[in-house]
């Protein structure tokens, strides 16, 4: 951030375009799986032929209505779709079915966490509407190619409260809605993919001013860093339009990631251009209380009472909590090895966060496509809570089962790794270090306390690192206390 927050404010709204993990279409029997041939799921209500009629999918609706529970949200009892008129070509009927005046979710939160505290987001709006196709350009010369598999998709867009203030708030922001529709199954939340897309509204007001500024929309930002980067790039262009002498232009812009930069795309719509009516095709939507608390019953645990949980339950800090409910599949994988490990808690959230997820990293791989499973890394920390084996031998073990040689037992049993416990066999072990190093006994005995890392590091040596860590450690003092 380089320019003078006392001077400016930065007044931020996200638009959330988050497709629902449903088999077929938001109002037809069309697939909606990625990667298909283009073309080859766009049936005739996707294409809007004459005489063909939407039929609203009721996964779809029910998928609304447990995101809008999950955000502490009103749920509209009576909602109806509208006809949102504009031309694209990858829009075939030249209108998209949304909803306008009674969406299904309107007033609810999301809290971020951001600079040590807890901020509030405000969500206005989250309502039902179907995608548009793509247009494609790389390939074509002097053409445009359109897929329509993707129309007729569902989407919610979630439309936030212009209470964001700054880049980080808008990605904490997004971080945590995109943990939350994934937790809900209600998107897969792939960005890459365009599962979960953003348009950024930016605006620049100076300190004390009440009015807001006017403001530009950043379409389809599909990446966090994008979107920190995009509204980075915003601040700074509004700032220096108007400190110029110009004018901020409400429109639409698009975010180059090779550039860092926005550029003009249109000027910006206002809902009477996209001369909205309620959709004659499709009847008002009726939600029950029993509807609703039907869904209600279907919720899992979300991430701030799962993260709340882990520390009451295991009693873990914030921090490591935080990460492993980062995740519903990690946090669950943690909870496997808990059970059937016999380790303390603190000790399995190390080997998850420290030693699995930091080879996880390295290989690419997320926590569903581990090498070691739950059970195995259960496994390997019994071996390190019954004393079988010391924490360092375990590293070497773990290498060797992230390497697929086995679990931890055959991999012990194979390599000769089993500690020893044996004081006595400890105990020659250290005479024969002490025998070998006469001058550093002495020096020890003499005041130099720090050789004892030294003879602890010998004996380990000796016995190719197998000794109980603690038995050596009160056996070498006693020694050579003399």
Known sequence: MSYDSKTWEVVI??????QLLTQTKIFSGAATAYGAAPNTQADAVTLGLPGVLPVLNKTALEYAVKFGLAVDAQIAQRCVFARKHYFYPDLPKGYQISQYELPIVHHGHLDIEIDGGVKRIGITRAHLEEDAGKSLHEGYSKQTGIDLNRAGTPLIEIVSEPDIRSAAEAVAYLKKLHQLVVYLGVCDGNMQEGSFRCDANVSVRRRGETKFGTRTETK??????????AIEFEIER??????SGGKVVQETRLFNPDSGETRSMRSKEDANDYRYFPDPDLLPVVVTTADIERI?????????AKKE???AQYGLPAYDAGVLTGEQALAEYYEAVVATSNGDAKTCANWVITDLLGALNKLGKDISASPISAARLAGLIARIADKTISGKIAKEVFEAMLAGEGDADTIIKAK????????????KAIEDVMAKNPQQVADYRGGKDKLFGFFVGQAMKATQGKANPDALNRLLKEKLAG
């Open 238 to 243: 509004q700032i220096d339009v108007i400190e």
């Open 13 to 18: 709204g996200l638009e959330v375009h988050c």
């Open 220 to 229: 389809n930002v599909n990446s966090f860093r994008y979107v920190e980067k």
């Open 296 to 304: 209600r019953a279907t919720m899992p645990e979300l991430p701030q």
């Open 309 to 311: 949980r882990f520390i």
């Open 416 to 427: 000769g790794l089993v500690q020893i416990t044996d004081e006595s066999a400890i105990v």
